[in-house]
C-alpha cells in the first residue's frame, strides 16, 4: 500500500484544512485502521487521530477532540481530516499512516506499516 498525503497549506488561527490521505496499490480493507500523526522540529512524532473502519470508532488526541475529524471516501480510497479551529500548536507536518491490524493501541507508531509522506500545515496567529 502506497499513502499519499496532501492539502497542507498556510492557513490563519480559526481558519480550516482538509487534508487527504490517498490509498493506491491495494484497496483500504474495512479491517484497516488509519491514523494521522504530526511532528514538529525537534519533537517527537505524535499522535493525532485514528479510525478502525471495522467497528465505526474513531480516537483523537485531547488536543484535538472536538476540531478534528477524520472520514473514509471509500469510493475515492481517500481517508480525510477535517481540521477546524485551529491554532498556531497545530504547525507541523502531517502524516498518515496504515496498519493492517492494531496489536495493543492505536496511538502508538509501531502499530503502522505503512506510512505516507508528511504534508506541512502552518497556522499563523
Known amino acids: 500500500v502506497q499513502l499519499q498525503a496532501s492539502g497542507g497549506g498556510l492557513v490563519q488561527a480559526g481558519g480550516s484544512l482538509r487534508l487527504s490521505c490517498a490509498a493506491s496499490g491495494r484497496t483500504l480493507s474495512s479491517g484497516t485502521t488509519i491514523g494521522w500523526f504530526r511532528q514538529t522540529p525537534g519533537k517527537e512524532r505524535e499522535f493525532v487521530a485514528a479510525a478502525r473502519f471495522r467497528y465505526i470508532t474513531t480516537y483523537y488526541a485531547d488536543s484535538v477532540k472536538g476540531r478534528f475529524t477524520i472520514s473514509r471516501d471509500n469510493d475515492k480510497n481517500t481517508v480525510y481530516l477535517q481540521m477546524n479551529s485551529l491554532k498556531p500548536e497545530d504547525t507541523a507536518v502531517y502524516y498518515c499512516?496504515?496498519?493492517?491490524?492494531?496489536?495493543?493501541?492505536?496511538?502508538?507508531?509501531?502499530?503502522?506499516?505503512?506510512w505516507g509522506q508528511g504534508t506541512q500545515v502552518t497556522v499563523s496567529s
Open positions: 499512516a496504515a496498519a493492517r491490524s492494531i496489536r495493543d493501541n492505536v496511538r502508538r507508531q509501531a502499530e503502522y506499516d505503512y
